[in-house]
């Protein structure tokens, strides 16, 4: 309502989450029948925020006639085709029914210029998984926007530049030509250097929200503060056209300098051109400040209209009339108190305290007794009251008559102050792009559609703005068509996480528009990325952390295609190892081999690795760590070839603080024969076959026996007073000596 964008499309219901994430609405209007199917959807959520579910109007909803009545009254149409949104199933039924609730809140529809599509074309298209584990918006442990990439990259100084640029990240471009039309306006602008980039800073701060300012002139109900302050970002927006035209023209700045300027920086300027015949208007209009309606001299200047002025001429001769009437009356009366004020029932007044009521002459008029004073009239000031009102009064009538015609002229050109709160506000991105690019040596990425994705000494900028540019270890990423995958190992806290997530980030800045962090960059342009990233339970819908992770990764196998970016962090560990590992195994398997995306894939499934190797287009990396046999492990976060052979769980977990006592324990376990758990899954060469038994030890033959229990024992069909008599009868016979005669009780088969 405030910017008027109007968009409407047609979206299925797996689709309605990631809507609400991208467009993160305060408001949900829904047919009745449907409301608390939208509140359960929004409570199963809490990342989707506290949104208000209301019901849009039913009868407007069944009425064809009046649908048309109200699409004609707003859009001058009787159906949809001829707007940029095209006809959309149910379209017209919802768009009038909206356009009715609006107006039965006596707000004015005429704000709404057209309908666009809901999702614009040749953009990619970001699910809620995306936006929640590459914290586009907010952090995945507290919900906080500090710590975000947008909060992280966010240097616009306009309101406008910062809505675009939460726009720009849900929306990253597919065409290639589009993309690098941004990165040349971006790189047009860092060649202004680090002094040139905050002289245009400088320039842009102040300036209003001009998008919503248009609006409210296009409903008739800016006030003159408000005309004030779209004025004042005219200036500014005149300032960044002189700007750059003094850029243009100054040869002696960088190569960059010399170049003509980027076909989407030119639209822009001339859109900030095309309002200088309103600027100017404004300017001959009103103050310098411009007050509130009421007063009659506290809006126009002086010269702007001759009758205004001619009353407030008359007003203000009329107060230096009675000023000087007072000082006459002080003087003939003798009170030196005397005052003469303005009542607004009464008009003017003599006031004269009780203990001056014997000095007052025979011509004042008594008109009101008062508990310390009493006031008075006389003939004379009630002339001259009558003459200070009529001008003051005609005053106002003729400043309010006048500040309705500016209003109706501003409003001729709304679409032209549209225009320019566009242009304004993708200038505020742009200068935003080339300030993080200068400042934190970001770098312009090569983008062919069908290319490799090769990103050299990459980084997260997220993580980076906490470490600091020196302290963050950055990390080569290398897929190309003929290697599309990348099987990550290593210990917790290697970093296996920071590069994926920097490496999709990276493509996704890239789409934006942006510089990528990386000494340099090349990268395919990608119709979609796909995430699948850390576990949580989503217990109100009754979805454990395994079913959670399973949603996920279905949707990622049903949509991914061979053009997609695909990163996938410990896949399977909701489950059992053996069933983790087997579905593991086969996602990757179906990746690698059917869809054929470029892919990411980080496990601590050793057992992978077997796989991998047979796959030509997997390469294998691991963290690297230092000292892994001291015990006193060090790790570097730097990406280097080949596998891990093991996760380091333990040495993470003393270095986290765990208990000695408790880790020594760990390590004791860990070397236990009972601790050998299955070494490896065989598999063919297209679907995963059945988990082989665990290995029998041979070296002890109480442990074979124990392993036997094992065997036979079925789960399901064992009371817990069982299990522990198992339990303490297995411990026994570990303890025995290994002479002892083998155990032979029977149990729950």
């Known amino acids: 309502m405030s910017t008027g964008e109007f968009r409407l499309g047609n979206a299925a219901a797996t689709e309605l989450t990631g809507l609400i994430a991208r467009f993160a609405p305060k408001e949900i209007l829904v047919r009745g029948l449907h409301a608390d199917h939208f509140r359960s959807l929004l409570s199963a959520n809490s990342r989707l925020g506290s949104v208000l579910i209301s019901s849009l109007p039913e009868v407007m909803l069944r009425s064809g006639p009046a649908q048309i009545e109200i699409l004609n009254s707003t859009f001058r149409i009787k159906d949809l085709s001829g707007l940029p949104c095209g006809k959309v199933t149910g379209g017209a039924a919802l768009a009038a029914a909206l356009l009715q609730h609006f107006t039965s809140l006596h707000m004015n529809t005429q704000r709404f210029r057209t309908l666009m599509p809901l999702v614009d074309t040749g953009v990619m298209q970001l699910d809620e998984t995306v936006i929640r584990d590459l914290e586009l918006f907010s952090t995945v442990v507290r919900n906080e926007r500090s710590g975000s990439l947008a909060h992280t990259i966010d240097r616009t100084k306009t309101a406008g530049g910062a809505r675009l640029l939460r ?17 040349n306006a971006v790189e047009w602008l860092t060649g202004a250097g680090s002094e040139g980039i905050h002289e245009l800073r400088d320039v842009l701060k102040g300036s209003g929200d001009l998008r919503r300012l248009a609006t409210r002139v296009s409903a008739g109900s800016a006030s003159p503060g408000e005309l004030g302050v779209i004025r004042r970002t005219l200036v500014n927006a005149s300032s960044v056209s002189q700007l750059f035209a003094k850029w243009s023209a100054d040869c002696s700045r960088q190569d960059s300098r010399k170049t003509p300027v980027p076909d989407l920086l030119k639209l822009a300027v001339t859109q900030l051109n095309a309002i200088g015949p309103c600027l100017k208007l404004l300017n001959e209009a009103l103050i310098d400040a411009p007050g509130s309606l009421g007063t009659g001299n506290q809006v126009f200047r002086t010269g702007f209209n001759a009758e205004l002025d001619s009353k407030l001429a008359v007003a203000a001769n009329g107060q230096g009339e009675l000023d000087n009437y007072e000082a006459a009356l002080r003087q003939r009366t003798g009170i030196s108190s005397l005052k003469i004020k303005s009542h607004q029932s009464f008009g003017v007044l003599i006031e004269v305290t009780k203990a001056n009521l014997s000095r007052v002459p025979a011509d004042f008029i008594r008109r009101q007794t008062m508990v310390n004073c009493e006031r008075f009239v006389t003939v004379e000031l009630n002339e001259l009251g009558e003459a200070l009102s009529s001008a003051s009064d005609g005053a106002k009538q003729i400043e309010a008559t006048l500040f309705g015609d500016l209003l109706q002229q501003i409003s001729t050109s709304v679409h032209l102050l549209s225009d320019a709160a566009d242009s304004l506000a993708f200038i505020d991105v742009m200068q935003s792009f080339a300030q993080i690019a200068v400042e934190e040596r970001w770098v312009r990425p090569h983008l062919k559609p069908d290319g490799d994705l090769q990103l050299r000494l990459a980084r997260h900028p997220v993580v980076e703005s906490f470490t600091g540019r020196h302290q963050f270890v950055p990390n080569d990423i290398h897929l190309t068509r003929s290697k599309t995958c990348v099987l990550i190992t290593g210990p917790n ?48 819908r009754g979805q454990s952390t395994f079913m959670v992770e399973m949603t996920e990764a279905a949707a990622i196998l049903r949509q991914a295609t061979h053009r997609s970016l695909v990163i996938l962090d410990e896949v399977g560990r909701g489950t059992s190892t053996r069933d983790g590992l087997a579905i593991a195994t086969a996602i990757f398997r179906e990746l ?130 069982q299990a522990l008599n198992i339990l303490n009868e297995m411990l026994e016979q570990l303890d025995r000596p290994t002479t002892a005669p083998l155990f032979h009780s029977e149990h729950p088969q």
């Open 167 to 183: 726009h720009f990240l849900v929306n990253p471009l597919t065409d290639v030509v589009a993309i690098a039309a941004r990165h």
């Open 493 to 540: 806290m290697g970093g296996k996480s920071t590069a994926m997530r920097q490496t999709a980030l990276a493509a996704l800045l890239a789409q934006v528009g942006a510089f990528v962090p990386a000494a340099e960059a090349s990268l395919p342009v990608f119709d979609r990325i796909f995430t699948r990233v850390g576990a949580a339970d989503d217990l109100s």
């Open 592 to 721: 690698v081999t059917r869809i054929r995306c470029f892919a990411m894939f980080a496990t601590h499934y050793h057992e992978l690795v077997p796989v991998a190797e047979s796959l030509s287009a997997v390469s294998l990396v691991q963290t690297e760590v230092h000292n892994p046999a001291s015990g006193a492990v060090q790790f570097t976060h730097r990406l280097i070839p080949g596998a891990s052979g093991s996760s380091f769980g333990i040495e993470v977990a003393e270095l986290a603080g765990v208990p000695i006592e408790v880790i020594r324990a760990a390590r004791e376990a860990l070397a236990s024969p009972l601790a050998k758990g299955p070494e490896s899954l065989s598999f063919d060469s297209q679907t995963a076959q059945k988990p082989l038994m665990p290995a029998m030890v041979e070296s002890d033959p109480r442990s074979q026996t124990v392993l036997a229990i094992l065997e036979r024992v079925r789960i399901n069909r064992t009371t817990p007073l």
